[in-house]
């Protein structure tokens, strides 16, 4: 930080700060992600303004005989980040083994450190750290979409506890593995609640295989997916 920052400085910071939170922002918001355009924006500009404030209260001279106190500026900024960690576990949602949120609560803190930058006046490690996040939200995100992992789905089949080995052997050869998780009775029908696996990219085909096999032995009353990460 320069210990006298002009004001064209600070519009400068001021300035990048937005444009960067700007450019991340956007990417947010055309994902449909809860923290959007505005949100990053404005996370950004209070982390710059919070450094460039604490820049011009930083003293140069030191305490002096006659002080009582001494004001630490630097705790300003540490204050931002504690408050953001509050923002990004409010953009974190579980539901069941299911999380989301997480990538969206990275990207606010990471925000917050560009702009922590920029408003402290190192311009260079800010761009540097912009580029490398939308770097990671756009280039990453084509080599994120083709990496399998598990997914899940709840079947609802009428059948009895005792035909869920016969799924299993049903739809292994497919890919998928199934595992018990409820029984209801409804008159003269049973129907079985059962939790569907199976390891696929998001690149890859619906799972419209598992349906058409488990039709060919079991009424299917529904099926839905959990969900992306």
């Given amino acids: ?21 700007c450019l991340i922002g956007f990417n947010r918001q055309a994902r449909g992600h809860a923290a959007g355009l505005r949100t990053t924006i404005l996370i ?11 820049n011009l209260l930083v003293s140069t001279t030191g305490k002096t005989a006659l002080s009582f106190a001494t004001m630490d500026p630097m705790r300003l900024p540490l204050g931002v980040l504690t408050g953001v960690g509050f923002i990004g576990g409010g953009a974190i949602f579980r539901r069941g083994d299911l999380v989301t949120g997480v990538t969206t609560a990275a990207t606010l803190w990471m925000v917050t450190i ?17 580029g490398l996040t939308l770097a990671t939200l756009l280039v990453l995100r084509a080599v994120d979409h083709r990496i399998r992992h598990e997914n899940r789905g709840m079947l609802v089949i009428e059948a009895g506890v005792g035909d ?6 049903l739809i292994q050869p497919l ?8 029984q209801r009775a409804d008159g003269a029908r049973e129907r079985i609640w059962v939790e569907v696996g ?23 009353v529904s099926f839905d997916i959990e969900g992306a990460r």
């Fill in 1 to 21: 930080m320069t210990p006298d920052p002009t004001w064209q400085d600070i519009a400068l910071r001021l300035l990048l700060a937005l444009v960067a939170s």
């Fill in 44 to 54: 950004g500009l209070a982390a710059a303004v919070a450094m460039v404030l604490a």
């Fill in 114 to 130: 560009i702009g922590l930058c920029l408003g402290g006046g190192e311009l260079w490690l800010g761009a540097a750290a912009t």
């Fill in 164 to 169: 869920v080995a016969a799924l299993n052997d």
């Fill in 175 to 182: 890919g998928y593995h199934a595992s018990f998780k409820r």
């Fill in 198 to 220: 199976w390891l696929r990219s998001d690149a890859g085909p619906p799972p419209a295989d598992l349906l058409a096999r488990v039709k060919e032995k079991f009424p299917v």
